[in-house]
């Protein structure tokens, strides 16, 4: 087992306005579906299995883990939270805290501007963040999930649309 505790942190895919007109409510396009599944395709390719996903209950952040989870070999341990619909980066912290455990990989999916705001937060670098980007950080054991800070991350690779950089 990877002894590193890796946390991607991603933003959902492209949203429409439907259903009962709420934000929160907002489904995937059909460009946000297809981003999403090569969101999941493009972190698998490069060996990244989450164990643990947490996202928002927002209508758009639960489809998008759902078109992303077919690219994975394992399924993870999912958790949801409305708390990461509007809070901000604390509450993602305390998320990852909660439902990591000694798990090596975490995904969080969740919303703009919180999702940017976070990574600048744990690394001091600010990243953009389009529909379905991601950034993977590292920190140097598992056992740090509790220990998640201001500039403990270190950032490995961004995933955007389509383009893999790093």
Same mark, same amino acid.
């Given at each position: 087992?990877?002894?590193?505790?890796?946390?991607?942190?991603?933003?959902?895919?492209?949203?429409?306005?439907?259903?009962?007109?709420?934000?929160?409510?907002?489904?995937?396009? /059909?460009?946000? +579906?297809? *981003?999403?599944?090569?969101?999941?395709?493009?972190?698998?390719? $490069? !060996?990244?299995? #989450?164990? @643990?996903?947490?996202?928002?209950?927002?209508?758009?952040?639960?489809?998008?883990?759902?078109?992303?989870?077919?690219?994975?070999?394992?399924?993870?341990?999912?958790?949801?939270?409305?708390?990461?619909?509007?809070?901000?980066?604390?509450?993602? /912290?305390?998320? +990852?805290? *909660?439902?990591?455990?000694?798990?090596?990989?975490?995904?969080? $999916? !969740?919303?703009? #501007?919180? @999702?940017?705001?976070?990574?600048?937060?744990?690394?001091?670098?600010?990243?953009?963040?389009?529909?379905?980007?991601?950034?993977?950080?590292?920190?140097?054991?598992?056992?740090?999930?509790?220990?998640?800070?201001?500039?403990?991350?270190?950032?490995?690779?961004? +995933?955007?649309?389509?383009?893999?950089?790093?």
């Amino acid at each position: 087992m990877d002894p590193k505790a890796r946390l991607v942190v991603a933003r959902h895919a492209e949203a429409g306005w439907g259903g009962s007109g709420s934000d929160r409510d907002r489904p995937l396009t /059909l460009r946000g +579906v297809q *981003q999403a599944v090569r969101l999941g395709q493009q972190l698998a390719s $490069v !060996g990244w299995q #989450p164990g @643990v996903v947490i996202h928002s209950e927002a209508r758009r952040t639960t489809q998008t883990w759902d078109h992303m989870a077919g690219a994975f070999d394992r399924a993870p341990r999912v958790f949801s939270s409305w708390d990461l619909y509007h809070d901000g980066p604390s509450a993602y /912290l305390q998320a +990852v805290a *909660q439902w990591a455990g000694a798990a090596p990989g975490v995904l969080l $999916v !969740g919303h703009n #501007p919180v @999702v940017g705001e976070l990574v600048e937060l744990l690394t001091g670098q600010r990243v953009p963040f389009g529909t379905a980007c991601a950034a993977l950080l590292e920190l140097p054991r598992a056992e740090d999930w509790q220990g998640w800070d201001v500039a403990l991350g270190v950032p490995v690779r961004f +995933v955007m649309d389509r383009v893999l950089a790093g």
